[in-house]
T-cell receptor, first 107, second 113 residues
Framework: QKEVEQNSGPLSVPEGAIASLNCTYSDRVSQSFFWYRQYSGKSPELIMSIYSNGDKEDGRFTAQLNKASQYVSLLIRDSQPSDSATYLC???????FGAGTRLTVKP | DARVTQTPRHKVTEMGQEVTMRCQPILGHNTVFWYRQTMMQGLELLAYFRNRAPLDDSGMPKDRFSAEMPDATLATLKIQPSEPRDSAVYFCASVQGAGYGYTFGSGTRLTVV
């Protein structure tokens, strides 16, 4: 059974701090990795994609990928209360999503 | 903005009734997925189509669920007969090709009483 595991959370950080979200996966052939944000009662929204080892930055978001360790992470710098949501890691080789990590950013 | 359109947004039905959910994928997206989301199980893949051909429906209870894509603009998910344990949010998503992120519809919140 191919797995996508996320740190279970919930995760709470103060406004302005860095939030770190982690995900491991079991399928070594995966090439495409995504982070989705899901606000309560809404549908998942794509926020980051990463395909190569290393870091990819987009504004306050940084995705990190390490294929040797089968590990992908999302860092949110200068966290804002509007970042409070559930973050889903997705591994597209087998179209599986992690269970999600609920993030709360406290003012 | 291109979007995936799902109908209905909400559905309350009695146990044993048939439920049909519809999805219009983004024009030009060749792969369409059906996911179910519950608090306990998270996002579960039910079925998906590529170029309208069903590729995998192993996530669906075969005795009561069926998924079809009669044309490139419509995907359907049917439950017959429905049961209370089917209560969940059902999402449709589409993607333009391998390696791209999915776009999700707004979902159908199904309640079976």
């Amino acid at each position: 059974q191919k797995e996508v595991e996320q740190n279970s959370g919930p995760l709470s950080v103060p406004e302005g701090a860095i939030a770190s979200l982690n995900c491991t996966y079991s399928d070594r052939v995966s090439q495409s990795f995504f982070w989705y944000r899901q606000y309560s009662g809404k549908s998942p929204e794509l926020i980051m994609s990463i395909y190569s080892n290393g870091d990819k930055e987009d504004g306050r978001f940084t995705a990190q990928l390490n294929k040797a360790s089968q590990y992908v992470s999302l860092l949110i710098r200068d966290s804002q209360p509007s970042d409070s949501a559930t973050y889903l890691c997705a591994v597209m080789a087998d179209m599986r999503f992690g269970a999600g990590t609920r993030l709360t950013v406290k003012p | 903005d291109a979007r995936v359109t799902q109908t209905p947004r909400h559905k309350v039905t009695e146990m044993g009734q048939e439920v049909t959910m519809r999805c219009q994928p983004i024009l030009g997206h060749n792969t369409v997925f059906w996911y179910r989301q519950t608090m306990m199980q998270g996002l579960e893949l039910l079925a998906y189509f590529r170029n309208r051909a069903p590729l995998d429906d192993s996530g669906m209870p075969k005795d009561r669920f069926s998924a079809e894509m009669p044309d490139a603009t419509l995907a359907t998910l049917k439950i017959q007969p429905s049961e209370p344990r089917d209560s969940a949010v059902y999402f449709c998503a589409s993607v333009q090709g391998a390696g791209y992120g999915y776009t999700f519809g707004s979902g159908t919140r199904l309640t079976v009483v």
